[in-house]
Every structure is written in structure tokens, then in C-alpha cells.
């Protein structure tokens, strides 16, 4: 089945250590999205690549970056994790901009000791 | 500050009876609208949607009710079943001149239904 993955599915990381979320597509989509959950809250969109264009929010903190190698990956950097990073973060694809359906891979449950 | 709410954290709703999730919003600019449901440990799965045009969606159980005048959504489910337990998000995307604003999501309610 075409589908969204993401790896893996709960990360643990020390405060100020860098760590890497990835995502990968089957789907073919040109849109990939990251979005940062946390306990009772709205998912928060972080960025997005439409194909390699690269979208940021206004409100995303310098700390967060991503990089889009190819159409089927995509990964979420955190250059210095804080103990306020600790979230679900969930990867996400949508076929075009115009398209408003997202599919949503299970999500890295990113925790900072 | 939300543009997207869901005010009711959490529903306990009886099988067999409907459900109502409700959604309000503050944007005029949304022009469309989804639900999607969220199981433990799954990613969200998009379950329905309307645009602004519409003022009523349905697919099979699922009913989603949009009244621009008051900002509010509501989804429908009839009648409930146990497997529709999951937290259930209203998301709206705004439309901007010639573009697409991105998805704005509501915090989310919690739909527990009993046996």
C-alpha cells in the first residue's frame, strides 16, 4: 500500500544533542509537510517542500530545519533540542498545493532528557 | 490565538445514538473545511470534508453541517459505533486571492462510544 512512514517511532534525545526525524513516501506527492503536536494541542505546522522549494513558517524556530534530498524523503533536523521540542512530530503528503487532503504518517515521539 | 476551535476536549457518547463534534472558527477567509480522525499511535486519516459553498457533506454515517454566518462546523455521526473511538480534528484552509493558505488545525475531541 502507498503510504507515509516515518522513523522511528519514538526518539529520545538529550538536551542540546542533535537528532534527526526522517519520512519517506510512497505516494508520489510533490508536497511533504512537517508538523510539531504537542500533549492536547493543535498540530502546529512547521515547514513544508513543495517539490524542492523549500516554506518555512513565520513562527518556527531557528532551531528546527529540514532538508528534502529527493520526491520520497524527507528529514527534520533539531540542531540543539530543548526540553519545550519534546512532541509528537508528524510528516505528511499532499499531492499539490490545491489539494487539501493530507496523508499522515503515525508520527516520532520526540522525547529530551 | 486559535483559529480553529474545538471546545469540547471529550464526548462520551452511547452506541447506537449520533454523535455531534462541533467546530467553530474565526478566519472568513477559510474557505474549506475537513475532519480527520486520529487513532493511539496512528497518524490522522482524513475523514470528510465541505466547501464553503455547501452547507452540508454526507458520507454514509458521516454528516458534516457548515454554517458560515455563525463560523461553526459540526460532524454528525449516526448511528455510533465502538470503532469510532478516536480523537477527531476540524482543520480549515483559507483561500487567498489566486493562493492556498495551509491547513489550520483545532486542538482536537476525544469520542469515546460505549457499548
Known amino acids: 500500500d502507498a503510504m507515509v512512514i516515518q522513523n522511528p517511532r519514538y526518539q529520545v534525545t538529550q538536551f542540546g544533542k542533535p537528532v534527526t526525524l526522517s519520512c519517506s513516501q510512497t505516494?508520489?506527492?510533490?508536497?511533504m509537510y512537517w508538523y510539531q503536536q504537542k500533549s492536547s494541542q493543535a498540530p502546529k505546522l512547521l515547514f513544508h517542500?513543495?517539490?524542492?522549494?523549500?516554506?518555512n513558517e513565520a513562527d518556527t524556530p531557528d532551531n528546527f530545519q529540514s532538508r528534502r534530498p529527493n520526491t520520497s524523503f524527507c528529514f527534520l533536523d533539531i540542531r540543539s533540542p530543548g526540553l519545550g521540542d519534546a512532541a509528537m512530530y508528524l510528516c505528511?503528503?499532499?499531492?499539490?498545493?490545491?489539494?487539501?487532503?493530507?496523508?499522515f504518517g503515525s508520527g516520532t515521539q520526540l522525547s529530551v532528557l | 490565538d486559535q483559529q480553529v476551535k474545538q471546545n469540547s476536549p471529550s464526548l462520551s457518547v452511547q452506541e447506537g445514538r449520533i454523535s455531534i463534534l462541533n467546530c467553530d472558527y474565526t478566519n472568513s477567509m477559510f474557505d474549506y473545511f475537513l475532519w480527520y480522525k486520529k487513532y493511539p499511535a496512528e497518524g490522522p486519516t482524513f475523514l470528510i470534508s465541505?466547501?464553503?459553498?455547501?452547507d452540508k457533506n454526507e458520507d454514509g454515517r458521516f454528516t458534516v453541517f457548515l454554517n458560515k454566518s455563525a463560523k461553526h462546523l459540526s460532524l454528525h455521526i449516526v448511528p455510533s459505533q465502538p470503532g469510532d473511538s478516536a480523537v477527531y480534528f476540524c482543520a480549515a484552509r483559507a483561500h487567498y486571492g489566486g493562493s492556498q493558505g495551509n491547513l489550520i488545525f483545532g486542538k482536537g475531541t476525544k469520542l469515546s462510544v460505549k457499548p
Open positions: 517542500y513543495y517539490d524542492k522549494d523549500f516554506n
Open positions: 465541505i466547501s464553503s459553498i455547501k
Open positions: 505528511a503528503t499532499s499531492r499539490g498545493q490545491t489539494n487539501e487532503k493530507l496523508f
Open positions: 505516494l508520489n506527492h510533490n508536497v
